[in-house]
T-cell receptor, first 117, second 113 residues
Framework: EPEVTQTPSHQVTQMGQEVILRCVPISNHLYFYWYRQILGQKVEFLVSFYNNEISEKSEIFDDQFSVERPDGSNFTLKIRSTKLEDSAMYFC???????????????FGPGTRLTVL | QKEVEQDPGPLSVPEGAIVSLNCTYSNSAFQYFMWYRQYSRKGPELLMYTYSSGNKEDGRFTAQVDKSSKYISLFIRDSQPSDSATYLCAMKGSQGGSEKLVFGKGTKLTVNP
């Protein structure tokens, strides 16, 4: 069964460093998302991406964050200058989303645990 | 009022019990309702996906949506120890609108053998 994959599973970085989190969405999916989950808190939406551009972003997704689809399979989240409060699980998700309303389901990857020291 | 509220539990039941998990929400624009299961330090796994009001059944799982009360439920019949996980409700607006999922905080369930 196709699934969303993410690398690395765990990333440790120093405050102020740049990190890139990588995701391979399900191959025929068209919409891509990043969410994060701070330990003990809700899963929170960061950004959605369609047709090579951001379609929606949350207040959390400030200028420190960027997303890119560098090739036909990868989808990345970059944090330019990490802060302690960026420590969280970051989940990538994808959906097919056809015009008829089917395929709206978002399927999540296993997550990358980011630890900022 | 929080957009989506979910009792975090924890909820502990004996094997074979019927489990009822619930969420309430305040945003009447929500049209799509989901239940995800999340094992410790893993990604959310989609269990049930429903549109608007009504019931949906899949094996031992039944999802109910009551839009008039802004209340959704997940029932698990004949619960198994392998059902032990955190259950997250999530919802979003209409087709063509925001794709952002809004999650509840999750209910931690333990099914004891």
């Amino acid at each position: 069964e196709p699934e969303v994959t993410q690398t690395p599973s765990h990333q440790v970085t120093q405050m102020g460093q740049e990190v890139i989190l990588r995701c391979v969405p399900i191959s025929n999916h068209l919409y891509f998302y990043w969410y994060r989950q701070i330990l003990g808190q809700k899963v929170e939406f960061l950004v959605s991406f369609y047709n090579n551009e951001i379609s929606e972003k949350s207040e959390i997704f400030d200028d420190q964050f960027s997303v890119e689809r560098p090739d036909g399979s990868n989808f990345t989240l970059k944090i330019r200058s990490t802060k302690l409060e960026d420590s969280a699980m970051y989940f990538c998700a994808s959906s097919l989303r056809t015009s008829g309303g089917k395929g709206n389901e978002q399927f999540f990857g296993p997550g990358t645990r980011l630890t900022v020291l | 009022q929080k957009e989506v509220e979910q009792d975090p539990g924890p909820l502990s039941v004996p094997e074979g019990a019927i489990v009822s998990l619930n969420c309430t929400y305040s945003n009447s624009a929500f049209q799509y309702f989901m239940w995800y299961r999340q094992y410790s330090r893993k990604g959310p796994e989609l269990l049930m996906y429903t549109y608007s009001s009504g019931n949906k059944e899949d094996g031992r799982f039944t999802a109910q949506v009551d839009k008039s009360s802004k209340y959704i439920s997940l029932f698990i019949r004949d619960s198994q120890p392998s059902d032990s996980a955190t259950y997250l409700c999530a919802m979003k607006g209409s087709q063509g609108g925001s794709e952002k999922l809004v999650f509840g905080k999750g209910t931690k369930l333990t099914v004891n053998p």
